[in-house]
């Protein structure tokens, strides 16, 4: 699955870099800083637990290496949803590495792309009876897809969609992949 991810990236970053002309906004200002979040479903065996749709925030530094591409890391928090109590729950920080093909349009950018993450995690709840506190961190591939509009003098917000996959993460009464599809909105300014 992660082998499938990674050759779309190649293949969405090789398409939007050999179209279109860069923006001006990109030429000028090199580098960014975004904050995204939005909301997460976990897919796999997750689904066992519980689990409802939660919450997917990050914050990201990125730099475009030219008009058509550009890399950023990242790092944020997920969260299965609300607190409850004594309820299933999974959280845990990202540390990603993406990489973006760009399709810029008059005050607007078209992305997509993909990249590599670490996800610590961490499972708490009633699994078959039983009580588990674990955590586990685990590696993944993702890919996004999305479009970024200019609001005003350096600002843009965002509309992303993103699949990740990874490995099984341990979580001592069962394992599971932290595989999930998340929806996110983003405010960013460029510099």
């Keep these: 699955m992660i082998r499938k991810i990674v050759y ?10 050999l179209c279109g002309s860069g923006g001006a906004a990109a030429q000028e200002r090199k580098n960014y800083v975004a904050i995204k979040a939005g909301f997460v479903t976990f897919t796999d065996r997750l689904d066992i637990a519980n ?6 925030g990050e914050f990201v530094y990125g730099r475009y290496l ?3 591409l550009s890399i950023e890391a990242g790092s ?5 949803g609300v607190n409850k109590g004594y309820g299933n729950e999974v959280k845990g920080i990202p540390f990603t590495l993406t990489v973006k093909g760009i399709y810029p349009l008059r005050g607007w950018e078209l992305f997509g792309g993909g990249g590599v993450g670490l996800y610590s995690a961490k499972f708490h709840g009633l699994v078959n009876g039983t009580v588990t506190d674990a955590w586990d961190t685990v590696f993944g591939g993702h890919v996004v897809a999305g479009a970024n509009i200019d609001l005003f003098y350096r600002f843009f ?7 990740l996959a990874t490995e099984r993460a341990d ?6 992949r932290l595989s ?12």
């Design 180 to 191: 999930s599809y998340s929806l996110r909105a983003s405010l960013g300014f460029r510099f």
């Design 66 to 68: 030219s008009p058509n």
């Design 51 to 56: 689990l409802e749709t939660g919450f997917d």
């Design 8 to 17: 779309s990236a190649v293949v969405a970053f090789t398409v939007l870099t």
């Design 157 to 163: 917000a965002g509309l992303e969609g993103k699949y």
């Design 76 to 80: 944020g928090y997920f969260h299965d």
């Design 171 to 176: 979580f001592r009464l069962f394992t599971s």
